[in-house]
């Protein structure tokens, strides 16, 4: 039984930068992939940013440039340094986690995790 706990979120101003953790405890399969998705209120879950366990990466348009997924397999934690944050990346960022490969063109609809964190919420002010 895997659990993913997030931390790193809270209160910026636009163009500032935060870094989010996640912590993932129990048995991570080497297959595993692991991402982030956001919910805002009032809008449909977006994912963002997925690595596999080889560094391969992909990231919803949204966030290119901006954000950087990456992992320290060591500690069996996922980060997403976010960097030029703007008010419309305001929302509620999950952890989660797809046990068998990155099917991606499903996480870019807000789906494809077989796990998921219970979220950090992330606000950004003008």
């Known amino acids: 039984h895997v659990r993913l706990v997030e931390s790193g979120g809270g209160s910026v101003q636009a163009g500032g930068s935060l870094r989010l953790s996640c912590a993932a405890s129990?048995?991570?399969?080497?297959?595993?992939?692991m991402g982030w998705f956001r919910q805002a209120p009032g809008k449909e879950r977006e994912g963002l940013a997925v690595?596999?366990?080889?560094?391969?990466?992909s990231y919803v348009d949204s966030v290119k440039g901006r954000f950087t997924i990456s992992q320290d397999k060591a500690k069996n934690t996922l980060y997403l340094q976010m960097n030029y944050l703007k008010p419309g990346d305001t929302a509620t960022y999950y952890c989660?986690?797809?046990?068998?490969?990155?099917?991606?063109?499903?996480?870019?609809?807000?789906?494809?995790?077989?796990?998921w964190g219970k979220g950090t919420l992330v606000t950004i002010s003008d």
């Open positions: 989660a986690a797809e046990k068998f490969g990155c099917s991606w063109y499903l996480w870019e609809q807000g789906d494809g995790a077989d796990v």
């Open positions: 129990g048995y991570i399969y080497s297959s595993y992939c």
């Open positions: 690595i596999d366990s080889d560094g391969w990466t």
